[in-house]
């Protein structure tokens, strides 16, 4: 069964960072380009960051341009999300999701994606 569950999130103050990481079961991880999304209480679910199946191509959402950083490890079959800098409107579930594509041009777009994490709460607040 494939599976994909996140890990990492907490309370941190604003400025400080934490590490997500996205573990995939049941499936090789480097079949697919992963992306990392959020939701906010009210909010629609938008896209953060993704990557390509082997990592050579990355996005990011403009809101987080220059403070998180995505990356994967395709041995460990995960993929991570580094965010520094982290500011009280990152408050949100963060979601990993995996998209079956072959090609290297990671999008943002929720509706490509074909599998889903159950998320992982992070919290910045003073």
């Known amino acids: 069964q494939l599976q994909l569950v996140e890990s990492g999130g907490g309370l941190v103050q604003p400025g400080g960072s934490l590490r997500l990481s996205c573990a995939a079961s049941?499936?090789?991880?480097?079949?697919?380009?992963i992306g990392w999304f959020r939701q906010a209480p009210g909010k629609e679910r938008e896209g953060v960051s993704s990557i390509s199946r082997r990592g050579g191509s990355t996005k990011y959402a403009d809101s987080v341009k220059g403070r998180f950083t995505i990356s994967r490890d395709n041995v460990k079959n995960t993929v991570y999300l580094q965010m520094n800098s982290l500011k009280p409107e990152d408050t949100a579930v963060y979601y990993c999701?995996?998209?079956?594509?072959?090609?290297?041009?990671?999008?943002?777009?929720?509706?490509?994606?074909?599998?889903w994490g159950q998320g992982t709460q992070v919290t910045v607040s003073s």
């Open positions: 049941g499936f090789a991880l480097d079949y697919y380009s």
């Open positions: 999701a995996a998209r079956a594509y072959i090609g290297s041009f990671p999008t943002l777009d929720k509706s490509q994606y074909d599998y």
